[in-house]
């Protein structure tokens, strides 16, 4: 592995910031050099894209949860050649079905009239497995992220991935070492998501966790960490 290639950028999903990875950093600061992107200031993957290749090194492992993982394919379409391996978590390549636009859409409007603590909790029994709804430590932690990232930035978020573009036309050009991991009870990104994913990037290896909803780098944080470590090994 190169010195270049020692780089390693998280990028979070939905209302979600640097705790999401928090685990994952711990686990791999010693040998690489870790960052978390910040997604919270740009209205389109696009420039969300930009932003990160702005300061990213030259080149990079990169894992993405989720509207990361939008970004992360805008990155590969925008600079392929900075990303040496790719790891897509719990995300997915193809656009929005109707229903869920219209559940985005109604999000925004919600906040729009001041109720964004409502609209994120709406969020959570979507966020992680029902069985863990009732476990404090977790549903608080998602909780601070949201507030961390506040309104403003949640609605921008929203409308980036209304407006992402349809990446399942570009996954056989992705040729670096890629990593596919879902939830096998994730209710946003379905375990289908994710083989289509695996199918279409050439030589993806896929993994699902069982008992996992959507964020698995906090709900089995442990279990993430060891499959992201064969990744980059």
Not at 22 to 34: K, L, N, P, V
Not at 149 to 167: C, T
Request: proline share 6%; net charge negative; with cysteine.
């Amino acid at each position: 592995m190169t010195d270049e290639s020692k780089n390693l950028i998280f990028l979070p999903g939905l209302i979600c910031d640097h705790a999401l990875w928090r685990e994952q950093m711990i686990a791999f600061s010693g040998d690489y050099d870790c960052s978390v992107a910040d997604l919270t200031k740009d209205e389109t993957v696009a420039d969300m894209a930009r932003a990160v290749l702005r300061d990213a090194p030259a080149q990079f492992n990169l894992a993405a949860l989720s509207m990361g993982g939008y970004v992360a394919f805008e990155i590969l379409r925008q600079a392929p050649e900075r990303v040496a391996r790719l790891a897509l978590l719990n995300t997915k390549a193809r656009p929005d079905t109707p229903e869920e636009r219209t559940r985005r859409e109604d999000l925004v409007r919600a906040v729009g009239v001041g109720n964004f603590k409502g609209a994120t909790g709406r969020l959570l029994p979507l966020f992680i497995h029902e069985d863990r709804l009732g476990e404090e430590d977790l549903t608080g932690e998602i909780e601070k992220m949201a507030e961390r990232v506040g309104k403003d930035a949640f609605v921008r978020q929203q409308k980036a991935i209304l407006s992402r573009p349809d990446s399942r036309p570009d996954l056989g050009a992705i040729a670096c070492p890629t990593l596919v991991v879902g939830g096998r009870q994730d209710r946003l990104t379905p375990v289908d998501c994710h083989e289509e994913m695996a199918e279409g990037i050439p030589g993806a290896e896929l993994v699902i966790i069982e008992d996992c909803g959507h964020l698995s780098p906090i709900e089995h944080p442990d279990r993430v960490t060891e499959e992201l470590q064969r990744w980059l090994d």
